[in-house]
Every structure is written in structure tokens, then in C-alpha cells.
T-cell receptor, first 115, second 116 residues
Framework: EPEVTQTPSHQVTQMGQEVILRCVPISNHLYFYWYRQILGQKVEFLVS????????KSEIFDDQFSVERPDGSNFTLKIRSTKLEDSAMYFCASSVSTGGNYEQFFGPGTRLTVL | AQKITQTQPGMFVQEKEAVTLDCTYDTSDPSYGLFWYKQPSSGEMIFLIY??????QNATEGRYSLNFQKARKSANLVISASQLGDSAMYFCAMREENSGNTPLVFGKGTRLSVIA
């Protein structure tokens, strides 16, 4: 069964460093998302992406964040200068379409720890 | 703005019993979808069930059913015949469906513990 994959599974970085989180969505999916979950809290939306551009972004997704689909398969989230409060689980998700019962398939997540 | 409320931070259920996890929502969009996801201790998000706002019947998927009461804006998840493997966090989520590529909005979750 096709699945969303994410690398790395765990990333430890120093405050102020840049990190890139990588995702490979399901191959025929067109809509891509990043969510994050701070430990013990709810899942929060960061950004959605379609047709090589951002569709929607939340207040969390400030100038320190960027997304890119550098080739036909990868979807990346970059944090330019990490802060302690960026420590969280980051989930990539994809869906074949929007609306209706087109579920968003989630990847296993990348746990980011900022020291 | 959309909002999801899960009022039960934690629930316990005896193995083989049924359990209901509560979810209420708020939206001004007449077209929306409601979802439940399971998050085991390993951290991944597993889709369980979907209910569309215009669906006439409650959704069912195996041991999962969604008790959809539109007038009350509630979308409770019912798990029948609980198993030890059902112990996990459960998140209710909603997506408005009239405006394109809208994201999921999640509740704070309910931690379910199944007791042998």
C-alpha cells in the first residue's frame, strides 16, 4: 500500500541552525501539507501546497519557514534559524484531491529537537 | 472560524466493551468533513473514519462508527469491542470543503486506555 515517507525520523539541532525536513508524498497525490505537534498538544496546520505554490498558511508559518517541491517526488520544509519553541513532531501529509472523503494521508513524522 | 472541542482528556474502557469519544465542532461553512485519527505511542497519525456534512447516514468502518448529530454539531466516535491495541490518542478533525485546499483543524485529543 502506498504511503507517505519522511526523513529523518529524528533531527537534533542547535538553536539558530537551519534544518530541512524531507517528505515523499504518495505518487499520484497533488495536494501537500505540513503540520506540527508540540509534545502533548494538538496537531496544528502549518502550510498547504498545490501546483508548485503555497495554497494557505497559518500564523505559525512565518518568514523562518519555507516549503519547496524541488523535483517530482520530494516535498521539503525548511526552517532557516531554529528556535527552542520549534521543537515538535512535524508531519507531512498528502491527498489526491480536496473536499469530500479524500483523506489526508500522514507520514510517520520527524521529531525535531532544538537545543 | 472552525473549532473542534474534545472535552475528555482521558478515557478508560474495559477490553471488549464499547466506548464513545466525544467531539463537538463549530463552523459557518455548510459543507464540511469530519475525521477521526488515531495516534499510537509510536507517533504516526492513522486515519479511521470520515463523515461528510451532507451524508444522511452515520459512517461506519469496521469496529468504528461515527455518531453524527448535525443539529447538535457533534461527531462522536464509537469503538465497539475494544481491544488492547486501541489504546492511543484519538483526534477529531474537521475541514471546510467550500474553499479549495483547506487544511484539517484538530481537537486536543482524547487518550484512550483499554484495560484487560
Amino acid at each position: 500500500e502506498p504511503e507517505v515517507t519522511q526523513t529523518p525520523s529524528h533531527q537534533v539541532t542547535q538553536m539558530g541552525q537551519e534544518v530541512i525536513l524531507r517528505c515523499v508524498p504518495i505518487s499520484n497525490h497533488l495536494y501537500f501539507y505540513w503540520y506540527r505537534q508540540i509534545l502533548g498538544q494538538k496537531v496544528e496546520f502549518l502550510v498547504s501546497f498545490y501546483n508548485n505554490e503555497i495554497s494557505e498558511k497559518s500564523e505559525i508559518f512565518d518568514d523562518q519557514f519555507s516549503v519547496e517541491r524541488p523535483d517530482g517526488s520530494n516535498f521539503t520544509l525548511k526552517i532557516r534559524s531554529t528556535k527552542l519553541e520549534d521543537s515538535a513532531m512535524y508531519f507531512c501529509a498528502s491527498s489526491v484531491s480536496t473536499g469530500g472523503n479524500y483523506e489526508q494521508f500522514f507520514g510517520p513524522g520527524t521529531r525535531l529537537t532544538v537545543l | 472560524a472552525q473549532k473542534i472541542t474534545q472535552t475528555q482528556p482521558g478515557m478508560f474502557v474495559q477490553e471488549k466493551e464499547a466506548v464513545t469519544l466525544d467531539c463537538t465542532y463549530d463552523t459557518s461553512d455548510p459543507s464540511y468533513g469530519l475525521f477521526w485519527y488515531k495516534q499510537p505511542s509510536s507517533g504516526e497519525m492513522i486515519f479511521l473514519i470520515y463523515q461528510g456534512s451532507y451524508d444522511q447516514q452515520n459512517a461506519t468502518e469496521g469496529r468504528y462508527s461515527l455518531n453524527f448529530q448535525k443539529a447538535r454539531k457533534s461527531a462522536n466516535l464509537v469503538i465497539s469491542a475494544s481491544q488492547l491495541g486501541d489504546s492511543a490518542m484519538y483526534f477529531c478533525a474537521m475541514r471546510e470543503e467550500n474553499s479549495g485546499n483547506t487544511p484539517l483543524v484538530f481537537g486536543k485529543g482524547t487518550r484512550l486506555s483499554v484495560i484487560a
